[in-house]
């Protein structure tokens, strides 16, 4: 078996690298940072044409989508249920939570971040257009805070991990490291992120990959 990770730094890649260690997967990193806050061309061209990262390379077979990356080793390795559970219920509960990491928090937190980075000079019309967009992110949280208030466990489904808390996570980070959270306080929100970053799994990809958000070029 020959699993390659192709991680780009401060980016969605630390979710498939943490669901690897979660899974005990042996896997390589092939590494790169970003260049003025994108990915390199040259590191683009080695994953294909579309140039997406995480791109997983398992056995020559390359995965694309953070969500469908997580969906390929929960079918392929996760024979045990320890991150996505066997029973239908609790099943699409966890998977809701999946794309919904891409769907609806990225979602409404990339255009914030693409206007602030990219928005050029014009101040006044990129603070109206932050501030229309934030509702949606404020909504966001504001439903993540009340689902883990109501958990009866550290994580987003109880006390066990699961792959949602791993693929919601770097969106809830993201959101909070570059301060499109609305302004407010989220205490059970970042709570949960510490929980979610003092897990063995979390802090070996940390190590692996060399994460680092701040990174973001």
């Not at 079918?75 to 066997?86: G, N, P, R």
């Not at 101040?123 to 404020?138: H, R, W």
């Not at 009340?146 to 066990?160: R, V």
Request: charged share 30%; proline share 3%.
């Amino acid at each position: 078996m020959t699993i390659t990770l192709y991680f780009l730094q401060a980016s969605r890649c630390i979710r498939t690298a943490w669901q690897l260690e979660e899974l005990d997967l042996d896997y390589e990193v092939e590494f790169s940072p970003r260049v003025n806050k994108v990915a390199p061309p040259e590191f683009k061209k080695k994953v294909g044409d579309l140039g997406k990262f995480p791109t997983l390379v398992d056995n020559g077979v390359s995965y694309f989508e953070s969500g469908n990356i997580a969906e390929y080793l929960e079918d392929k390795y996760d024979k045990k249920h320890k991150l996505l559970s066997a029973d239908e219920a609790d099943k699409y509960r966890t998977l809701r939570w999946v794309h919904a990491s891409e769907a609806t928090y990225m979602l409404h937190a990339i255009p914030v971040i693409y206007v602030t980075w990219f928005g050029g000079e014009h101040e006044e019309a990129k603070k109206s257009i932050i501030q229309g967009l934030s509702k949606n992110i404020v909504g966001d949280l504001t439903l993540l805070e009340d689902e883990l208030n109501k958990s009866k466990g550290k994580f987003l489904l109880g006390d066990q991990l699961t792959i949602a808390d791993i693929t919601v996570h770097f969106s809830v980070q993201f959101m909070l490291a570059r301060g499109i959270d609305g302004g407010k306080k989220w205490p059970r929100l970042e709570q949960w992120l510490k929980d979610c970053e003092s897990t063995e799994g979390y802090k070996k990809a940390v190590k692996k990959t060399g994460y680092d958000l701040s990174q973001s070029g």
